[in-house]
């Protein structure tokens, strides 16, 4: 069977984790772009896109963002299945019409997630816990969206289309929360980063595996759209 060929926009700066993670969990062949710098595909011609996590915010005024999200809303126009992750999520969003803000309050450490149904999710608890860190969120959804799923600080998910986005960090590994976290101290202070880093646990860790397998159906879709093309029976959204 032919392997999947992905592009990876990285957006995270200085993103060895992000590389290791992504690289780890995605059931494809990548090819990694780094966003920040400017590096972005001169086609669509992938059977997905994934677009990860930042420490900037979408609203920055930084030049490599909005080339970042004509390109994503370019794509999607394409019919390319797009997953976005934490900042990709919110890159999604913005790209397909919606609108991301700042946070009254900060999320970060294991918490409880609620789905509401669909592919993406299919192997996942409603409730279940993942690994979150974000000071933005998405306020209003593109329209046309749908909302998957949400806890008390916001929307954690959304699809329209082929393009679904999710504001938790599936892909993490202990090692990455640890050091994400640590980098929180200006940010969020002493005690609270203290206090995220004690639930950090190899237990808490294989709770929140139960959402890798969002990473397998992404890719099952991908494959299965991409038959459907190659056989000329897929239907347009």
């Not at 794509?75 to 900042?87: E, F, K, M, N, Q």
């Not at 279940?128 to 933005?136: K, W």
Request: glycine letters at 8%; proline letters at 3%.
């Amino acid at each position: 069977m032919t392997r999947l060929r992905f592009a990876l926009l990285n957006a995270s700066h200085e993103g060895a984790n992000t590389r290791r993670n992504f690289r780890r969990e995605l059931a494809a062949d990548l090819v990694e772009f780094d966003a920040t710098d400017g590096q972005l595909p001169d086609h669509t011609e992938f059977d997905g896109i994934v677009v990860t996590g930042s420490r900037s915010s979408v609203y920055w005024d930084e030049p490599w963002i909005p080339p970042l999200i004509e390109y994503i809303a370019d794509a999607a126009a394409d019919g390319v299945p797009i997953l976005g992750v934490c900042y990709g999520h919110q890159a999604l969003a913005e790209a397909l019409g919606g609108r991301v803000a700042g946070m009254d309050e900060f999320e970060i450490g294991y918490n409880t997630v609620r789905h509401r149904g669909d592919e993406l999710f299919a192997d996942v608890s409603e409730e279940f816990t993942v690994f979150t860190t974000h000071g933005d969120t998405v306020v209003d959804l593109p329209p046309g969206a749908t909302l998957l799923a949400e806890n008390d600080y916001g929307v954690h998910a959304f699809r329209k289309g082929h393009c679904w986005g999710v504001q938790f960090h599936p892909e993490y590994d202990v090692r990455t929360a640890r050091e994400v976290t640590e980098g929180k101290r200006d940010r969020i202070g002493d005690a609270r980063v203290d206090a995220v880093l004690a639930e950090i646990s190899s237990e808490r860790y294989a709770d929140a595996c139960e959402a890798k397998s969002i990473f397998d159906n992404f890719a099952a879709y991908a494959r299965r759209l991409k038959t459907e093309r190659s056989a000329g029976t897929a239907t347009a959204d």
